[in-house]
């Protein structure tokens, strides 16, 4: 008799009333906010304002979950265009069906977009948020296991997940195979924790840690996607994301390679957000100058009048304009 190691969940919508309450879109809703959160102290630390994170990613999210979307729609054509198929379902998000390579690329043009309206140097950015991109994907990879989907092969080892599911052509798979999804959430926590070490160990910066986060989360997606038996297409006998993430682990060391020797170090905090030296973060300084200004000197006494003579006050000035006129000229 075979034992369920790590059971599925019978099913991954609540309903609230007539409203669904989709446990895939919590987790990824969950993503974003441990990823804005630890983006956030991150950046802080860097000598950033502390609301710039989440500001750029009000345009960073959107079109990273546009750009999962179309990435998987596109890749996996077969499952909505065709004979027998329903082409609106490309639109059910909800389902599962997000290409991380599509979310990273469509979020770093949103990201581009947003540091630009802040003044902010993208490469800063991504070094600050690239530990946070990591937990979210962790996160994100429990709602497939909510949903029953992206398993590997099958197992008898003894962390095997078991599946038992009615597929949309009718077939019902049943049986315990790899829990890939687990297997590729703790390893984006181990990216996670490893970007955080290099990052304060070698004080990376210009893109850099975002450059060893892409670099090593594509060895493991290498490994994960080869145990997957999901559809998928081959080229050469390995399946197309493999080959992606080839491609994109040579010009992630490319360019931590070529900037570390260009650019090596960090920004200088004083030029990576303007919004850092604005009234929010200047503490007690004076609404009408900047913080460092030096009080004006008293004026030296008018001819005529000793130095112990005390100076004018405001009713002195409001009793003679033409003297507050003349100071003015000065």
Same mark, same amino acid.
């Given at each position: 008799m075979d034992i369920a190691y790590i059971p599925s969940p019978s099913r991954g919508v609540l309903y609230l009333g007539p409203i669904p309450l989709r446990a895939y879109a919590f987790c990824i809703i969950l993503g974003v906010v441990v990823a804005v959160w630890l983006g956030s102290k991150r950046w802080v630390a860097r000598g950033g304002g502390k609301h710039t994170v989440g500001d750029i990613a009000v345009w960073a999210v959107p079109f990273g979950l546009v750009g999962g @979307?179309?990435?998987?729609v596109i890749t996996d054509h077969q499952l909505y265009f065709g004979g027998g198929r329903n082409p609106w379902n490309a639109f059910k998000i909800w389902e599962g069906g997000l290409g991380i390579w599509g979310a990273i690329a469509f979020g770093a043009v949103g990201a581009w977009i947003g540091c630009r309206r802040h003044? !902010?140097?993208l490469p $800063?950015? %991504? /070094?600050?948020? %690239?530990p946070g991109i990591a937990l979210a994907q962790a996160l994100g990879r429990w709602g497939n296991w909510f949903n029953q989907e992206l398993y590997g092969r099958e197992t008898t080892l003894p962390w095997g997940l078991e599946i038992n599911k009615t597929l949309p052509n009718g077939e019902v798979v049943t049986g315990t195979y790899h829990p890939t999804f687990l297997y590729e959430s703790l390893w984006c926590v181990g990216v996670a924790l490893l970007v955080i070490w290099a990052d304060r160990r070698f004080t990376l910066g210009h893109g850099r840690a975002f450059a060893l986060y892409v670099a090593a989360?594509? !060895?493991? @997606?290498?490994?994960?996607e080869w145990l997957r038996i999901d559809e998928a297409h081959h080229i050469l006998g390995l399946r197309l994301n493999d080959w992606v993430a080839i491609a994109v682990f040579i010009?992630?060391?490319t360019y931590f390679v070529i900037v570390g020797r260009k650019r090596p170090g960090r920004e200088d905090p004083a030029t990576i957000d303007p919004s850092a030296h604005g009234p929010e973060d200047a503490g007690t300084a004076p609404a009408d100058g900047p913080a460092d200004e030096e009080p004006a000197k008293p004026s030296a006494?008018? %001819?005529?009048?000793s130095a112990s003579e005390p100076a004018s006050g405001p009713a002195d000035a409001?009793? /003679?304009? $033409?003297d507050k006129d003349a100071k003015n000229l000065t």
């Open positions: @979307r179309l990435y998987h003044g !902010v140097p $800063a950015y %991504a /070094d600050a948020i %690239a989360y594509t !060895v493991g @997606r290498f490994w994960t010009a992630a060391v006494p008018a %001819a005529g009048k409001a009793a /003679d304009p $033409a």
